[in-house]
């Protein structure tokens, strides 16, 4: 990372380790604790520096060499279709399709109803309000490197009081999940909101009837099956109304421009 908060990366600003993966942003959630901030505006069409989240999403992906991108949408998912619409030729190299849920099905839910959209093995995952700072090359090469079904983007924050946190064993895979914990205060790592899942996961996410990945298949799944790339790195969740007033800050000092 560079010394104003940029994630510098690797091999250079243009780097492809996304452009073999399909990308999958979990976005058909009903919003309700940024609705009274944002109306009848969807949560990936947040304005952010007059823009809205969703075009700084492309963007930061398009860094990481991203050439299909599928949004898996349900509550005001016409508005998002529209805007697609209306904004074709503005990201021309990147390909987005969008799944539209019948009624909210949860983060698993949403897997499964999109699976056969999902062609790649491994495929990124991300919750549709999450954005990291983190260098998704180096997280990319971790996952290929340990074969784990899944790993999970997890940062150290300082005061980990509004978080479920994430312990591992002493190979850093993953050894459980704690809840949220208000009286606790204290350093530890979170979920970045943001996986790498092997196509035999998603198979078992299709196969079977669970709605929450936190709740149902993470905290279901065998110690030591699921691994994390732990760094220390900003990360945000426009879905409330405190970090979406932070998102310009962080996302600018990450996506800035568009890329060339």
């Known amino acids: 990372m560079s010394s104003d908060g940029r994630v510098t990366l690797r091999h250079s600003a243009r780097a492809q380790c996304l452009a ?22 969807p949560k990936l069409l947040a304005p952010i520096s007059d823009r809205p989240y969703l075009a700084h999403l492309l963007d930061w992906l398009r860094r990481f060499g991203a050439t299909r991108v599928v949004l898996g949408l349900g509550h005001q ?21 969008t799944v539209t849920e019948p009624r909210p099905l949860g983060t698993a839910g949403a897997i499964r109803f999109a699976r056969r959209q999902l062609r790649t093995d491994p495929v990124l995952i991300m919750n549709g309000d999450s954005f ?4 998704l090359c180096e997280f990319v090469e971790h996952h290929q490197a340990v074969n784990a079904k899944a790993t999970l983007l997890c ?16 190979n850093g895979r993953i050894r459980g999940f704690i809840e949220k914990d208000p009286h606790f205060h204290g350093s530890s790592l979170v979920s970045a909101g943001v996986y790498l899942f092997s196509a035999a996961l ?4 299709a196969a079977g009837d669970a709605s929450s990945l936190e709740h149902e298949v993470f905290a279901c799944a065998p110690a030591g099956s699921l691994d994390a790339f732990a760094r220390r790195f900003r990360f ?15 996302i600018s000092n990450n996506v800035g421009s568009r890329p060339a």
């Open 155 to 170: 940062a150290e924050v300082d005061d980990a009081d509004r978080y479920g946190r994430v312990e591992l064993d002493r």
């Open 202 to 205: 998603l198979d078992e996410i």
């Open 77 to 97: 998912a016409q508005a998002v279709i529209d805007y697609l619409d209306l904004n074709k030729g503005v990201h021309k190299d990147l390909t987005v399709v």
């Open 236 to 250: 945000i969740d426009i879905g409330t109304p405190e970090s979406l007033a932070l998102a310009e800050y962080v």
């Open 20 to 41: 073999a993966l399909d990308v999958f942003v979990i976005a058909g959630g009903l919003g309700s604790r940024i609705g009274p901030v944002l109306g009848d505006i």
């Open 132 to 135: 990291a700072e983190a260098d």
